[in-house]
T-cell receptor, first 112, second 115 residues
Framework: GENVEQHPSTLSVQEGDSAVIKCTYS??????FPWYKQELGKGPQLIID?????GEKKDQRIAVTLNKTAKHFSLHITETQPEDSAVYFC???????????FGPGTSLSVIP | DTGVSQDPRHKITKRGQNVTFRCDPI?????LYWYRQTLGQGPEFLTY????????KSRLLSDRFSAERPKGSFSTLEIQRTEQGDSAMYLC?????????????FGQGTRLTVV
């Protein structure tokens, strides 16, 4: 089955700097790669996703890249703000409506 | 509120007791998923339904766990003879498989503590 790895497990950046989280997956059948933000005591919230037919997607300060050949995908957050502090999960699935396999998470702290 | 709703938000129970959680998906969503999340880990898939049919169960779902979605709308997850290792956040998500496929939206979760 699918296995998703994620690095780093913790990340601390100064406000205004960029944050990068990297993930790898194992199952070549995966074609959908969502990223979730989880705040304390809340459920995961989808912040951006990418499908295998594109290599990059951007939404304001957030961008994701996908290298399907290498089975790598990454999340980039620019101009970080304190409210970006949370746990971020990468994930993989065959389609957007299939079960999602999550990575172990990255705890991001943005220092004012 | 048109999001995924879970009840209760918190449950404390004694070891050996049975507990039941409820999930109300987004109204038009035909797929419903259950996940379990332990502290410091990512959510782990347990099972999912398409309408009322349970299509897949993870090996994590032991015989003490049972999930139902009798009318294809809300779902319940029951844990019998709870153990301390069952302490976790139980998350529900829903999505739409159809002409307009959507990604999964998660609820706020039910945090279970077994003492």
């Amino acid at each position: 089955g699918e296995n998703v790895e994620q690095h780093p497990s913790t990340l601390s950046v100064q406000e205004g700097d960029s944050a990068v989280i990297k993930c790898t997956y194992s199952d070549s059948a995966s074609n959908y790669f969502p990223w979730y933000k989880q705040e304390l005591g809340k459920g995961p919230q989808l912040i951006i996703d990418i499908r295998s037919n594109v290599g990059e997607k951007k939404d304001q300060r957030i961008a994701v890249t996908l290298n399907k050949t290498a089975k790598h995908f990454s999340l980039h957050i620019t101009e970080t703000q304190p409210e970006d502090s949370a746990v971020y999960f990468c994930a993989a699935a065959e389609t957007s409506y299939d079960k999602v396999i999550f990575g172990p998470g990255t705890s991001l702290s943005v220092i004012p | 509120d048109t999001g995924v709703s879970q009840d209760p938000r918190h449950k404390i129970t004694k070891r050996g007791q049975n507990v039941t959680f409820r999930c109300d998906p987004i109204s038009e969503h035909n797929r419903l998923y259950w996940y379990r999340q332990t502290l410091g880990q990512g959510p782990e898939f347990l099972t999912y339904f398409q309408n009322e049919a349970q299509l897949e169960k993870s090996r994590l779902l032991s015989d003490r766990f049972s999930a139902e979605r009798p009318k294809g709308s809300f779902s319940t997850l029951e844990i019998q003879r709870t153990e301390q290792g069952d302490s976790a956040m139980y998350l529900c998500a829903s999505s739409l498989l159809g002409q307009l496929n959507t990604e999964a939206f998660f609820g706020q979760g039910t945090r279970l503590t077994v003492v």
